[in-house]
């Protein structure tokens, strides 16, 4: 059907399929057996940052990947954090805590590599006996804009710590606005990263709000970001985006 579709007259025409399976040999022999045709929801990797959110820091950051159709077929892959079969009450309940999914989110939405899918309960939140809030005003609307501003051009990964890892997106022609991405699932933290010599003697901020200071970034385009235990920070250059934070700060 999906090849009859494309043939007639929407070559460009997505599909993505469900199939439930966490082990990537799996996924890999169904992707096979459809022709590559469609694309498929990355189950790895929700499974990863649910087990993530629930051991904390006892959790090695650059395992994340480990068996995931993202790291291995990054075009056939859509991510996602979780879905209405996996939260609280469902079938195949695995949601991930609340504390995680800016960090999880932040893993879909600004690296290069998936098809990034957003949660409906977890934008508009999930009504019922036990409502959970939703989080567009929190943070989720936020990512998205640094997505859509900021998410392009060369990425330089470091994930060289397990607790404390990153990645840079250096921009390209058409999105000249770099960014830095630090995160951290322990204590506070800092890392040496890499934005690109165009940013040179620029003032980078956190876009996020989760810290106050100016970073300046050396000529060689390097600079050394922060981030708070438990926490993601995303600087960009100050000034170029909107001024509101994506948390209300702790009083």
Request: charged share 25%; aromatic share 14%.
């Amino acid at each position: 059907m999906v090849k009859s579709v494309r043939e007639k007259d929407r070559p460009d025409f997505f599909v993505v399929g469900e199939y439930w399976k966490s082990d990537y040999e799996t996924i890999a022999d169904y992707l096979e057996e459809t022709d590559f045709s469609l694309d498929l929801f990355d189950v790895s990797l929700h499974y990863n940052f649910h087990t993530a959110s629930q051991q904390g820091s006892a959790y090695d950051l650059r395992e994340l990947f480990t068996d995931t159709l993202v790291s291995k077929n990054p075009t056939h892959s859509v991510t996602f954090v979780d879905n209405h079969d996996s939260q609280p009450g469902q079938s195949l309940e695995s949601f991930v805590d609340a504390w995680f999914k800016p960090l999880a989110y932040s893993f879909i939405l600004l690296r290069a590599e998936g098809f990034p899918c957003l949660f409906y309960g977890d934008y508009y939140g999930i009504q019922g006996e036990n409502p959970i809030e939703g989080q567009a005003d929190n943070y989720l609307d936020a990512l998205l804009y640094l997505r859509c501003n900021h998410a392009y051009g060369p990425q330089n990964d470091y994930f060289d710590h397990a607790n404390c890892v990153g990645w840079t997106r250096e921009g390209d022609a058409q999105h000249p606005y770099g960014m830095a991405v630090l995160m951290s699932n322990g204590d506070e933290g800092e890392k040496l990263m890499h934005v690109g010599s165009q940013y040179a003697g620029t003032t980078f901020a956190d876009y996020t709000g989760n810290r106050e200071e100016k970073i300046t970034i050396d000529e060689e385009g390097n600079a050394t970001f922060l981030v708070n235990g438990g926490s993601v920070s995303v600087w960009v250059q100050d000034g170029i985006t909107p001024e509101e934070a994506f948390h209300e700060k702790d009083e």
